[in-house]
């Protein structure tokens, strides 16, 4: 059958195809929709047919939850697939080394997305870097169709290893759409679990333990490249003395320019590691100068430049280490078509590809809050209390954190100063108190945030006695990364049999001075509480507890809108400057500049309503 699927679906795809028994991972943009739509066939299956068998899929609370789990799963005989995107790997590490070390009995599977041209907002990763300090394989499709194909094959390679397999996506993959033939049907290939006992292979307290671990993985390296040669996943076009080596996406790039250069040899890589020396050697043989491209870091480059000395070869080697390409975004056709015309002597009226028409210019909005945000009104109330306490909102450190609750660092709140990783505000801010910050330093972070990395850095707090606030923002999903579930999602709201974690008995279980739970939606109140906390001493914390207005708005239609009277409005625009919400505009009425509320967009959250003093703002289509 053929379907229409993006590159994240077609792994999810392969993964079933595979006979996957277990699927984790936790969201991260671009890497989220792969176990989302693990997540739906599960329950779209169940729900035809309760009997229907089924892999277990879950959102784990971290990355090196999700990844113990799947390994756990694998150990058992079982194949298992766990997601993440390239941030995640750093969470998993330190598990992911150690199963690198045990290997595995059962296929599996570690699927990450990176994200050159930092799209998602984070750092340009590159996790073969990961892969090499681990010694673990890694294969890169550089299609959708690929995709499907090389994640049943890396399942299977992983059982012939006995190897864990890094299956590295980046976002132009990830996101791409492509049509073919595939079959959708789940193939249970679930064995009885069979671990067993062997502290040799499983545990690491020893040093001749993990010596014999550190020696078995490295033959398990080897194995894998002869699998990899046997399965042709990395191929060479030999054509004149210069040598164009890709891998992953670009594969795709350069498949595309052979015709134009029919002079140079082509070499495609789907599995850069470990590195294929052998065909390292024929490259080198047939060539007097080879261009690697690549994206991000050097990677394949410094393993070629390191053959190639030891073989003595006396060519040129183009790429990022001698400055010719950049380290730094994604790549472009045309920037390909540069340097190769360059190399061949070709001159710019030469070039058969027409140059690009240049960017597309548009207007730039900035990034904010949804309309109806309840973390609009949560920053909102913290810098009235600010400013009520004369604490100043520019003097005042706010640290920030991954996710929805960042956007705060953005006008009109401009409240957040840092962002770093999962669950980092706490500890910085009990640095920079520590570092000497003699106003409240006041951390904000996200309630999936929270549960996935936020709860040590609390510990720690209290441990330590530090004086602070923590604004938890709960809105009950991890919005940001497409909506899914987070252990503090209401019961009734996840899918499958679960249990909701409260914030609030955590909290108060660590030991916190001081804790109170606010509606963002009500400004005063919240910035009462908020100001306590300012005034206060200790560990202060406040739980900023409202739905997010997306998810409820899919449950619950509004029953009624905001509406601004144009006779009222006086056109001080402080509704919009104060909120920022994307639901309201300029217009003009009878020649009047007035604001306008758009009543497609208006979730009522009333926040813009409280704002104003002239009593413009109204609900309509219902009683309030």
């Given at each position: ?168 996506s980046v976002t132009s993959l990830s996101h791409a759409v492509e049509s073919f033939d595939l079959e959708t049907k789940y193939r249970d290939l679930r064995r009885e679990a069979g671990f067993y006992r062997d502290i040799t292979r499983f545990t690491k ?249 936020g709860i040590p850095q609390l510990v720690n707090a209290v441990q330590h006695r530090t004086e602070m606030v923590l604004i938890i923002l709960d809105n009950g999903w991890t919005s940001m990364t497409g909506f899914q579930e987070n252990p503090g999602t ?135």
């Amino acid at each position: 059958m053929k379907r229409r699927m993006s590159g994240n679906t077609a792994v999810a795809y392969g993964a079933l195809r595979a006979g996957i028994a277990v699927a984790t991972g936790y969201p991260g943009t671009p890497s989220s929709e792969t176990l989302g739509e693990l997540y739906n066939f599960s329950i779209d299956a169940k729900k035809q047919d309760p009997s229907a068998s089924v892999p277990h899929v879950e959102w784990s609370t971290n990355e090196k939850v999700a990844l113990e789990l799947a390994a756990g799963a694998a150990w058992a005989g079982q194949r298992a697939l766990v997601t993440m995107k390239m941030s995640g790997a750093n969470v998993a590490l330190d598990s992911l080394i150690s199963v690198a070390y045990s290997g595995t009995r059962g296929g599996l599977v570690i699927f990450i997305a990176d994200d050159p041209g930092a799209e998602a907002g984070m750092p340009e990763q590159d996790s073969r870097i990961i892969a090499e300090l681990c010694n673990l394989p890694v294969i890169e499709p550089e299609n959708p169709r690929q995709a499907f194909l090389l994640t049943q094959l890396a399942f299977e390679i992983s059982e012939q290893s006995e190897l864990p397999i890094i299956l590295r996506s980046v976002t132009s993959l990830s996101h791409a759409v492509e049509s073919f033939d595939l079959e959708t049907k789940y193939r249970d290939l679930r064995r009885e679990a069979g671990f067993y006992r062997d502290i040799t292979r499983f545990t690491k307290a020893g040093a001749q333990i993990c010596l014999d671990q550190h020696r078995g993985l490295l033959a398990g390296a080897e194995r894998v490249r002869e699998l990899f040669r046997t399965h042709g996943l990395n191929r060479f076009e030999a054509r004149g003395s210069l040598t164009i080596l890709s891998t992953g996406v670009l594969n795709r790039i350069c498949s595309e320019l052979q015709e134009d250069y029919p002079e140079a040899g082509f070499a495609f890589f789907q599995a850069p590691l470990p590195p294929d020396r052998e065909l390292f050697g024929q490259i080198l043989a047939a060539s007097d100068r080879v261009l690697v491209l690549e994206e991000l870091e050097p990677v394949l480059e410094r393993e070629l430049r390191s053959f190639a000395q030891q073989r003595g070869w006396t060519g040129r080697i183009v790429g990022k280490q001698d400055g010719v390409l950049s380290r730094v975004g994604r790549y472009q056709a045309e920037e390909f078509v540069r340097v190769i015309d360059s190399l061949l002597g070709r001159s710019a009226a030469d070039q058969k590809r027409p140059a690009p028409s240049g960017e597309l210019s548009g207007v730039k909005h900035p990034i904010t809050f949804c309309e109806g945000c309840p973390h609009r009104g949560t920053y909102m109330a913290l810098n009235r209390a600010l400013r009520v306490g004369k604490f100043g909102t520019k003097e005042t450190i706010v640290t920030g954190d991954i996710g929805c609750t960042i956007l705060g660092m953005n006008p009109p709140f401009n409240s957040c100063w840092t962002e770093v990783s999962m669950g980092s505000s706490i500890g910085l801010a009990q640095g920079f108190v520590r570092g000497g910050a003699k106003k409240p330093v006041v951390a904000t972070i996200g309630d999936s945030t929270f549960f996935h990395g936020g709860i040590p850095q609390l510990v720690n707090a209290v441990q330590h006695r530090t004086e602070m606030v923590l604004i938890i923002l709960d809105n009950g999903w991890t919005s940001m990364t497409g909506f899914q579930e987070n252990p503090g999602t209401a019961a009734k709201h996840q899918r499958g049999p679960s249990h909701r974690v409260e914030i609030d008995k955590i909290v108060e279980a660590i030991g916190v001075d001081s804790l109170e739970v606010i509606h963002p939606f009500q400004q005063e109140k919240a910035v009462e509480s908020i100001l306590r906390a300012l005034r206060g001493e200790g560990i202060r914390v406040i739980i900023s507890r409202a739905e997010c207005a997306l998810t409820k708005l899919r449950r619950e239609p509004n029953k009624f809108v905001y509406r601004i009277d144009p006779e009222k409005c006086t056109y001080c625009k402080v509704c919009i400057l104060q909120t920022g919400c994307p639901a309201l505009y300029i217009t003009a009425v009878e020649d009047k500049d007035v604001v306008a509320i758009d009543p497609h967009r208006c979730t009522a959250c009333s926040l813009c309503y409280q704002t104003c003093k002239f009593e413009a703002i109204s609900p309509v289509g219902g009683v309030k």
